[in-house]
């Protein structure tokens, strides 16, 4: 190990894959952002601003150098072939499983989700915060814009086994369809009490193994600027640290951070840094409360 330098891993990190518990790669693809682009500059930039985060957390009173943590660098995406990084992302998450760990995995665009949900041979909950439906049926004749990753998580996970939270921007089109196929939400209007906000994500997702999803627009503008497709009100950062209290309830399988655009705001990629220690500190505290 040479004294004088330090390897550009996810918090410093150094563990292999065999001792860890949670695999950190990123997904450096955004070929259908819409609006603002340059997620894919979102793994380097996460990373970072993760090396720099203390490695204690007062909130939780937790050391997040208990987690065992390996950064096994970036998916080696096809920036032309959607089917092709969707096959090596999938395959990714299905060797990172094999192994044991979980996959916590740096966005790119919100489409890198459904193709992480593909590598489970048996499909967790997908639980999407999201300030989007993110339902189309296509988008401009893509099936796997970042406008339909909800549909397609939908169909790989089963209708019944996803909700996304946080909601607050629609076409009518998506709404109808997401009533029409019975898809649970929790409108950006319901979260507002966080108390209440806590006690129905934790009747849905009791006892169930979950896969979180993070799009950062999830967010207020005001707290992240840095995302793809601002969307004004949206939730602030503490009451989000309240609300991750349903997290003792779950069995966290894979945790994601997508849609941040670092061009925009160098504030942002710190807050996503933040935002993954802060659930997996809340996930094991909580787990060792039970």
């Known amino acids: 190990m040479n004294l004088f330098t330090s390897p550009f891993n996810f918090a410093r990190r150094e563990l292999d894959l065999e001792e860890a518990e949670y695999a950190v790669f990123g997904v450096p693809f955004d070929s259908s952002e819409t609006y603002r682009g340059g997620s894919r500059e979102a793994p380097a930039a996460i990373r970072e601003a993760s090396r720099e985060v203390e490695d204690y957390d007062f909130l939780e009173d937790f050391d997040l150098l208990s987690l065992k943590i390996a950064d096994i660098g970036d998916v080696e995406v096809s920036f032309g072939d959607v089917k092709e990084t969707k096959t090596r992302v999938k395959e990714t998450v299905a060797e990172v499983l094999s192994r044991g760990a979980k996959p916590i995995i740096l966005g790119g665009e919100h489409t890198i989700s459904a193709f992480a949900l593909e590598g489970f041979k048996k499909k967790p909950f997908f639980l999407s915060l999201d300030a989007h439906f ?157």
């Open 134 to 290: 993110d339902f189309r049926e296509e988008y401009l004749g893509n099936r796997y814009s970042h406008a339909c990753t909800l549909k397609r998580a939908s169909e790989i996970a089963g209708k019944d086994n996803v909700l996304t939270v946080g909601v607050r921007s629609a076409c009518r089109e998506e709404l109808d369809a997401v009533r029409e196929e019975g898809i649970k939400f929790i409108p950006f209007g319901e979260c507002y009490d966080v108390e209440m906000l806590v006690a129905r994500l934790s009747k849905v997702l009791k006892g169930k193994k979950v896969y979180m999803s993070i799009d950062m627009d999830f967010f207020d503008p005001k707290d992240a600027k840095g995302v793809c497709n601002p969307e004004p009100p949206g939730i602030f950062f503490f009451d989000f640290i309240l609300m991750l209290a349903f997290l003792g309830e779950i069995d966290l399988v894979a945790l994601d951070i997508t849609e941040v655009a670092p061009r925009y705001d160098s504030y942002t990629p710190i807050l996503a840094s933040k935002i993954i220690f802060k659930v997996l500190a809340k996930y094991h505290r909580l787990k060792k409360m039970i």
